[in-house]
């Protein structure tokens, strides 16, 4: 059964920083580019990062770039979200999720087939 697990969230003050990873089971993640996405309450769910299966190219949401880095090893099966300089309105449930491209093609925010069930991130001020 193909799985993604996030862990790392929990609560943090303004400013703080939290590691968020991305684990697989049941297929290897270097076959997929994967993303990160968030969901505030009573907001629509927004693409926050990507990074291609190479690893080679990566992608933020303006305003969250400067601030979060989106890493992967493969031999780990594992992606990650470093993510400092926290605000309050980062709080939101963090998902990771994947989908199947090209080595070195550029990862975007759309089309993607699995997901992970979300770790809840909640920066205080």
């Known amino acids: 059964q193909l799985q993604l697990v996030e862990s790392g969230g929990g609560l943090v003050q303004g400013g703080g920083s939290l590691r968020l990873s991305c684990a697989a089971s049941?297929?290897?993640?270097?076959?997929?580019?994967i993303g990160w996405f968030r969901q505030a309450p009573g907001k629509e769910r927004e693409g926050v990062s990507c990074?291609?299966?190479?690893?080679?190219?990566?992608n933020y949401a303006d305003s969250v770039k400067g601030r979060f880095t989106v890493s992967r090893d493969n031999a780990k099966n594992t992606v990650y979200l470093q993510m400092n300089s926290l605000k309050p309105e980062d709080t939101a449930i963090y998902y990771c999720?994947?989908?199947?491209?090209?080595?070195?093609?550029?990862?975007?925010?759309?089309?993607?087939?699995?997901w992970g069930q979300g770790t809840q991130v909640t920066v205080s001020s």
């Open positions: 999720a994947a989908r199947k491209m090209a080595l070195f093609r550029l990862c975007m925010f759309s089309g993607y087939d699995y």
């Open positions: 049941g297929f290897t993640l270097d076959h997929y580019a």
């Open positions: 990074i291609s299966r190479a690893g080679t190219s990566t």
